[in-house]
């Protein structure tokens, strides 16, 4: 420790303050206020020292001697420590401001003498090191002894310099270490900062508390690429190896700095990985997210600032190929991204669409980042981009699962703790600008997801004046969309919970509804019933728990005037009024009647007063309509008979009763067209004012139907067979609607009688069918009343001048960029849509017939089992069965609303939009799945049997029966309903999973469902069961449909090698088949192409570059067979001249993803094989090219080569000009390979622009860039 005394002369010699006196230097010990003097400028002042030592060893050992004796005070050491003033001799006073100047202090001065500084700075460090091993907070005495040695001119011994400072590092309290680190890089010079970063990399593994100084140290030093290079890979390791959010800012920062180009891509996924771990937390805390909120801000900083790391950040996401590699932090990566590279924006949003449209972005991940890793302001700071991408995202309308996830983000975004009103309104500005969409699909998705923020009201009801502009765009919509529309202002202004605040609003909407059913227009009404039974609905709404005791059906409210003062009288005057302005019209009834229905349906809670009143007014003239008790008199020579009775005599009362349809047809009466709806909605509320009972509607299960007797259909002459064919129709859909009334009917009669009706109704549409062969220009009445327009229109293929009309621009733009997606297949068949004959009127009745759609309660009839042709026992148990026509007609129709519902799909008003597909899917776990594998083992066993009679010949007559094509047409249905029901989008959100384990154990005894508990190993076991089951695919379409099912399950679960192989090894099986049509001919057209291109997109998915270069070597052999167009592969015997095309773009695809992929992570040895193997894979590509030389082959190989050919430009040469030197020879062998095949491009570039090709003529500017880029290097 220093000593303390007054007495300077205890310490201080005459002799060394007169020689500081001879130098131009004049001590004040005394008062502490006033610092010491320099005479003259204090460079003079060093010069002067410098000659006065002059190397004399005994001057400079006094001098230091006098020096160390000063320094033993702490006041005077302090003092020298201290800036000195400038007084010059001929100045009066040195209190005047205007003669004073600030110097260095005496030690600076005393170190830039040579001679010195060794021992002065010995001085200062040893003081230094008993200075800083004092755990004391206060470190301004450490400050002042630093002060000294920052930035000198030269120093004598660095290294010693270094090294004890480091060692004073090592020993010194933390306050004392911050500071020295502080100092370092303006004490250390350049020659000595690769030792200095040494040593303060060993501190990074010691003590964190000193991450961020030694970090903001390391910074600060001008380190060489190289040793920068080593500490990145240090600090990247230690961040692998954990870190805490406080200290991973700083590191963050330090790893970005001049971050390698090379290494760009690696740095960053390693950093992604630890931005994973590091910023998952459900701590809302304040500090923890101001941690978040800098990383990112550091993130920002650094895209915004480096070309490198923006671009770097897009090819480390675009390099990622599975969902299981993805990480929800990725989301708010691209959320940044998307924020900060304002140019790029489109990029980002086409990178999201396609990684969500192949499964490599998830629901459940979004969730995952909304809740664990997305803090407050920058939900804030990303909010516009997220909305952005979403919107983008809807554009998407065709494709069902960016829907679903767009739909998703939305929810997740309105509901969030985060979002705020103005974010509301910000979410709801951009989706109201989407609504003006020319895409019916992207306007009915956006009504979609604005009508699900229903589920949070309170936050919609802010914005309802906002919303009431969705009314000015109602012209363009569609009547579905239009009811969307009204249930969204009507649920908020109407609802139970509506406050009066937006009465106003309430009554503008009653205006606008009066207007509509006014109108002189027809599809105005339409508008008009549709808004009219919404409001009415959300007026007499009541809430859950309101307990009302429920009236008698047969009371006394007769008439609306019954009804007492309030919602329900308000109601049932709006309907009034809809009958009012709609009597007369049998259409405009019809919609009415079903609107009421699907009001029914759907679980509402609904005042039971207004029931009431409902029930009197529906029911009252239905029997006087369509019932009758003697049959109609003949009409037209046609003789009209009771028809599909099932009652037995002691069923009926008092006379026989039937459902007269012959009569009102005959008579051109249009009321018929209101049976099915009618009769819908009147068992509806018996239904609902019953509780389920409908006993007093058993007999209409039963009745007879008056009908023309149709014995021989040449009969009738073409007016005759129109009326027959109008009758059918209408019965066909009474029969539709008496089944789906009782089919949830338990008692064994009833199931009977069920049974039965179904049987009549496949003979009726049978029977329709055969009619309308006779007269297929027919159209038949409207079951649904859609403004006049079918809701189930087949699409009409473009016609060959339409083809030719196309922009050929948008072939010259997807020609620019080597596409992720393979759309050669799609290509290749568009030339051969130009060149068919034009369609004949003559269209199958079975595509264009829209019955009404039975209730989803129709699957209950699957549980019946299948009953054999050789079985006549069963026929006289009382226990019902199926025949396997029965089963394919119920097949048919689940596969129907399955497709419907979990594609999405536009049905117009059918009651099929109010059925929610999440319940639907629920319900498959108990009254669907287990049937069809109930079914699926009885028709596995016949087709087994059938390939046995046949020997395995697929095209043997007996394949080709009527029970052979039923058995074949059910076992490709249950794949199908597999498909449909594991493809649901609604899997890829975490809250379903539980949904997706109970429906694969519902396949499984319960033995087996009770040990299987993983949703992972349900998955895998019944992959495996479904690989079972290619042998029995007999069809194509069989083949995808279980191809799909698997693949949809896969991407369910982790990835698994095993299971993929298995997944591929099946797809191989199912290309060594001949596929057969139904009329025994091999399958061929459009959808077989399509078909073998999936399947080829599997067999290759995960073979690696060797695999494909064996598949080409053997192809080239067996490709010049393919002569006549049924000519096969004999490796893929599913691959004909045909279809060749398919095949070889299957190929060019695979190897340029598989080199890309692989390419990433290979030594230089493993790189020299890949591009040996790719030169060999190109040149026999091109070898077939020639021996197949169409121009969809040829324009395959040019495009595919192209980005071979860049890929091998930026990532093969740079390796194989270090391999050249090691290995010449395998070098020189690839170089002549890849030249073989780049000179047959190019002639093939130039006979192109001789012969003026356009489809090829739009890749020679990229072949050319890329071939003279190939030359240069």
Known sequence: MLKNSQNPQHYLTSTFKYELQELGIQLNLEDANVPHILYKEQALVVRDLEKHFNNDNDRIKGFLNGLKEMCKNEKYFHKALLLTNLKKENEESFSGRCGQIEQESLFRIFLRVNCLQKEVMNLLLNEM???????????????????????????????????????????????????????????????????????LCKLLDEDDALIGAVIDCLNSLDLDADIRLEIHERILSRIASGTTLKIFPILLAFLLTDCNPQNCVQTLMKIRNTMETVMLSTDRSNEKDSCKILIFNKLQSF?????????????????????????????????????????????IESMFRKRVHSGFFKISQMERMFDKYLPHQLLKDYFESIVEIGCSLLRSSNDQTITEFATSLFQILFSHEYTEIVNHREMLNSLMVLTGSNDKKTVSNVLKIISSFLDDSEKLRQHTSYLMRLLEKLDSLDLKDVKVVFEILCSLTCGPDAPDSLSGLKDEIHMIIRKQLYSSKKSIKHRGIISAVVMARNIVQIPKDTDFATPSPKGTIK???????GPAKEAGALLELAITCTSGCSELMGLYYDQLASMLVANHHIDKLFMSWLYETVTANFQDKYIVSVLPQNEDHMHITAQYLLNSPTEMETIE????????????????????????????????????????????????????????????????????????????????????????????????????????LVDVEMKLQRCLEK???????????????????????????????????????????????????????????????????????????????????????????????????QITTQSATLKIEHLNFLLKDLVSKLFVCTQNKDVGLSHLNEVIPLHLIKDASVHILPHLDMHIKAIVIKINKLLEDSDGILDAPEMFTTEALNEKTCFGLILEAFHLIFGWTGFHNSTNLEVLKLLLKSMKSTDQSQTLNSANKLITEFISRLSGYSSQCLELSQGVHLMKTMQSLYSLTTPDNDVQKKIVSISGKLLSKHWYNSKGVLD??????????????????????????????????????????????????????QNFHVFYNGLCSALLNRIKTEVQSLSNAQHLELWSTTSLSMHGLMTIAKAQETKTNLTCFLKKSIGILKVFLSHGIPILEMMLRSKPDEVVSIFKSMQSSTRFLHHLCCYTKFTKDASLMAYVPQFRLTLETLVYR
């Open 303 to 347: 895209t915004l600032s480096t070309k490198t790391i923006s671009e770097s950040w897009l090819n480390m996401i675009s390099n990622i190929k599975s969902h299981s590699d993805h990480k929800a932090i990725d989301y708010l990566i691209l959320f940044m991204l998307h924020s900060t590279m304002i140019p790029k924006k489109k990029i």
């Open 775 to 873: 007269v297929p220009d027919h159209k038949l009445p409207s079951s649904y009343f859609n403004d006049g327009t079918e809701h189930n229109k087949q699409p009409i293929p473009p016609s060959k001048n339409e083809s030719k009309i196309r922009n050929p621009k948008k072939k010259l733009k997807t020609a620019e960029t080597i596409n992720e997606l393979d759309d050669t297949a799609t290509m290749t068949i568009r030339p051969s849509q130009g060149k068919r004959k034009k369609s004949s009127k003559v269209i199958s009745a079975e595509n264009v017939i829209q019955f009404r759609d039975l209730d989803t309660d129709i699957v209950l009839l699957l549980k019946y089992p299948l009953r054999t042709s050789d079985d006549c026992t």
């Open 129 to 199: 090191t008993i200075v800083s091993s004092e755990s004391e907070e206060d470190t301004s005495w450490l400050h002042l002894l630093l002060s000294p040695l920052r930035y000198l001119s030269f120093l004598k011994d660095p290294d010693i310099l270094t090294a004890k400072l480091t060692d004073i590092l090592e020993v010194a309290s933390y306050p004392a270490q911050l500071e020295i680190l502080d100092s370092i890089p303006e004490i250390i010079p350049d020659n000595q900062y690769h030792e200095t970063a040494k040593q």
């Open 657 to 760: 009763m039937g459902v007269n349809i012959a009569g009102p047809v005959l008579k051109k009466n249009p009321s018929i067209l209101l049976l099915a709806p009618h009769f819908r909605l009147v068992r509806l509320l018996h239904y609902r004012l019953q509780d389920g009972d409908l006993s007093s509607l058993d007999a209409l299960l039963g009745c007879m139907v008056a009908l023309p007797e149709l014995n021989d259909i040449d009969d009738f002459d073409s007016d005759q067979m129109k009326e027959v064919a109008d009758c059918l129709f209408h019965c066909a859909n009474w029969f539709r609607e008496v089944i789906s009334g009782f089919v949830t009917k338990n008692k064994r009669y009833l199931r009977s009688k069920v049974i039965r009706r179904l049987e009549d």
């Open 559 to 565: 008439s609306i005037m019954d009804l007492p003062r």
């Open 1084 to 1137: 061929s057209g459009r959808s077989s192409i399509l078909n073998i291109d999936i399947l080829i997109k599997v067999y290759l998915s995960s073979a690696s570059s060797k695999t494909i270069a064996g598949l080409i070597g053997t192809l080239q052999d067996q490709v010049k067979s393919l002569n006549a167009k049924d000519d096969s592969l004999m490796m893929l015997p599913s691959i004909n001249k």
